[in-house]
C-alpha cells in the first residue's frame, strides 16, 4: 500500500486561499441579500408607521396609545436596520485600494454608530414612547398633564436622537461609501456619485 504524499506548501497555500475565495463569496452573498431585505423590511416599517406630528403631544399620545401595532412596527424597523448593518459592512469589506480602502474604512466606522444610533432611536420610540403613552392613557386627570410632560420629554430626546441619525448614518455614511464606490473598480462610478448626492441631502437634523 502506497503512502499519502506529504502535501507541499504550495499546495497547502493554494487549498487554503480556495477556502477563503468561497468564504468571500457567501460573505458577499449574504451581505448582498441582507441590504436587500433590509431595506424593504424599513421601507415597510416606515409606510405602516402610524402619522404624528411632534408640534402636539396630547395628539401624539392619543396616536400611540391607540395604535396596538405601535412596538411591532418599531420592531420590524430594528430587525430592517440590523439586516443593512450587514449588508453595508459587506459593501465596504468588497472595496479595496489606497483611496477608496481608506473611504471604506471611514464607511465602516460610520455604519456601526450610525446604526448604533438608529437602534436606540426606534426602541426609544417603539418601547418607551409606547410604555408612556399606555401610562397617559390609564393615569386619573389628575396625573394626566404631568404624564403628558413625561411623553414631551421622550418625544425631544427621540427627535435629536433621530437628528443624529440622519447626519450620520443617512448623510456621513452614505457620502463615505458612494465616494468609496465612485473611486473604486468595483461597481458602476456613477452609482456612487448617486449616493453621494443623496447622502448630501440626509445630512441635516430634523426640523
Same mark, same amino acid.
Given at each position: 500500500?502506497?503512502?499519502?504524499?506529504?502535501?507541499?506548501?504550495?499546495?497547502?497555500?493554494?487549498?487554503?486561499?480556495?477556502?477563503?475565495?468561497?468564504?468571500?463569496?457567501?460573505?458577499? $452573498?449574504? #451581505?448582498? %441579500? +441582507?441590504? &436587500?431585505? !433590509?431595506?424593504?423590511? =424599513? @421601507?415597510?416599517?416606515?409606510?405602516?408607521?402610524?402619522?404624528?406630528?411632534?408640534?402636539?403631544?396630547?395628539?401624539?399620545?392619543?396616536?400611540?396609545?391607540?395604535?396596538?401595532?405601535?412596538?411591532?412596527?418599531?420592531?420590524?424597523?430594528?430587525?430592517?436596520?440590523?439586516?443593512?448593518?450587514?449588508?453595508?459592512?459587506?459593501?465596504?469589506?468588497?472595496?479595496?485600494?489606497?483611496?477608496?480602502?481608506?473611504?471604506? $474604512?471611514? #464607511?465602516? %466606522? +460610520?455604519? &456601526?454608530? !450610525?446604526?448604533?444610533? =438608529? @437602534?436606540?432611536?426606534?426602541?426609544?420610540?417603539?418601547?418607551?414612547?409606547?410604555?408612556?403613552?399606555?401610562?397617559?392613557?390609564?393615569?386619573?386627570?389628575?396625573?394626566?398633564?404631568?404624564?403628558?410632560?413625561?411623553?414631551?420629554?421622550?418625544?425631544?430626546?427621540?427627535?435629536?436622537?433621530?437628528?443624529?441619525?440622519?447626519?450620520?448614518?443617512?448623510?456621513?455614511?452614505?457620502?463615505?461609501?458612494?465616494?468609496?464606490?465612485?473611486?473604486?473598480?468595483?461597481?458602476?462610478?456613477?452609482?456612487?456619485?448617486?449616493?453621494?448626492?443623496?447622502?448630501?441631502?440626509?445630512?441635516?437634523?430634523?426640523?
Amino acid at each position: 500500500m502506497l503512502a499519502k504524499p506529504f502535501e507541499t506548501d504550495s499546495s497547502q497555500s493554494v487549498s487554503h486561499e480556495k477556502k477563503q475565495s468561497r468564504s468571500g463569496r457567501w460573505f458577499f $452573498q449574504i #451581505g448582498a %441579500v +441582507a441590504a &436587500i431585505v !433590509g431595506s424593504l423590511l =424599513g @421601507l415597510v416599517g416606515n409606510l405602516i408607521h402610524p402619522a404624528t406630528t411632534g408640534l402636539d403631544t396630547n395628539a401624539v399620545a392619543h396616536v400611540i396609545a391607540l395604535s396596538e401595532a405601535w412596538t411591532a412596527i418599531h420592531l420590524l424597523i430594528v430587525v430592517g436596520l440590523i439586516f443593512m448593518l450587514g449588508g453595508l459592512v459587506a459593501i465596504c469589506s468588497s472595496i479595496k485600494g489606497e483611496l477608496a480602502g481608506t473611504l471604506a $474604512q471611514l #464607511g465602516y %466606522v +460610520a455604519v &456601526i454608530a !450610525g446604526i448604533t444610533v =438608529g @437602534l436606540i432611536t426606534v426602541i426609544l420610540d417603539g418601547v418607551g414612547a409606547k410604555h408612556i403613552a399606555d401610562a397617559w392613557a390609564a393615569a386619573p386627570p389628575d396625573e394626566k398633564a404631568a404624564a403628558l410632560r413625561i411623553l414631551q420629554a421622550e418625544e425631544i430626546l427621540n427627535f435629536a436622537l433621530a437628528s443624529l441619525f440622519n447626519i450620520l448614518f443617512a448623510g456621513v455614511t452614505f457620502i463615505l461609501l458612494g465616494l468609496a464606490v465612485a473611486l473604486s473598480q468595483v461597481y458602476p462610478r456613477w452609482l456612487g456619485w448617486i449616493v453621494v448626492v443623496a447622502g448630501l441631502g440626509s445630512a441635516s437634523p430634523l426640523r
